[in-house]
């Protein structure tokens, strides 16, 4: 047994099934005392909606926090990363961002907490989002804005730059920790997870009650960075899921 780095998302993936998650929070407790385990919560919450979750749920305090779907990288206090803030700034202009999407009136702004300096969040029902995306990717392309488009559980829309996302933001994490892909282990459910199946090296958790947007992709892209067949796709669900994985890798 040795440090290892622990990422996971949280709605639906850490948090779902309190049980599990007592059960979890005890064993990675005793890891990051014994051997220096890290861990990362990465989730599309803003920092007051985290803090919510927090007062809702028995968690055990991250050592790193990425929210905001990765465009903020929190350590201790509740300032975010500047380094990290200082790339994503490279050609973003969110006025602009938030102009052309004026246009479509299937996008419903999210609540105001939800909007960011790097984020600009709506929600999207599936029916409208099957045109609405192309047609949105497109107008912003003509506007010569550089962004990414993010779409989660069949409702929400997250618009950042495009450097950035959960996978992004775990990489430069990963770089910085000096821990490599194979004592890296990520956890998802959702299109927002996606990024870090996709970008990080790493052994992947995907918990049983997926939505169907990861685990198609997932079908169709076995393989990690790397080229190797990395992911587990757990039976359990939520927390039980992702003590299936960390057992099922042999980090646990
Ligand atoms: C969280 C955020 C929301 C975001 C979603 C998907 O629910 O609060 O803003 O759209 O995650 O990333
Ligand atoms: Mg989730």
């Excluded at 309190?18 to 929070?25: H, I, S």
């Excluded at 392309?141 to 950035?164: A, C, F, M, T, W």
């Amino acid at each position: 047994m040795s440090q290892f780095l622990f990422v996971t998302d949280l709605d639906n993936t850490l948090v779902g099934d309190d049980r599990a998650l007592a059960e979890l929070n005890q064993l990675l407790q005793q890891h990051r005392e014994a051997h220096g385990t890290v861990i990362v919560y990465a989730t599309g919450r803003s920092l007051p909606l985290f803090r919510m979750l927090q007062t809702e749920r028995d968690m055990l305090e991250p050592n790193i926090r990425v929210l905001s779907v990765g465009t903020e990288i929190y350590r201790q206090g509740d300032s975010p990363d500047a380094a990290w803030a200082d790339l994503l700034s490279h050609r973003w202009d969110r006025d602009r961002v938030v102009a052309t999407t004026a246009h479509f009136a299937d996008l419903v702004p999210q609540d105001a907490s939800e909007q960011a300096p790097f984020k600009v969040s709506f929600h999207l029902k599936p029916e409208p989002a099957a045109y609405v995306l192309p047609e949105l990717k497109a107008a912003l392309k003509e506007q010569g804005l550089e962004v990414q488009l993010i779409y989660s559980s069949n409702i929400d829309l997250d618009i950042v730059p495009v450097r950035s996302n959960k996978g992004a933001a775990i990489n430069f994490l990963q770089k910085e920790l000096g821990i490599t892909g194979d004592r890296t282990v990520v956890c998802g459910d959702s299109g927002n997870d996606l990024s870090m199946f996709q970008l990080v090296k790493a052994k992947g958790i995907i918990v049983g009650n997926a939505q169907l947007e990861l685990i198609d992709w997932h079908q169709a892209n076995p393989h990690d960075p790397d080229g190797l067949p990395t992911r587990y796709v757990a039976r359990s669900h939520c927390a039980g899921g992702i003590l299936e994985g960390l057992r099922h890798f042999g980090f646990i």
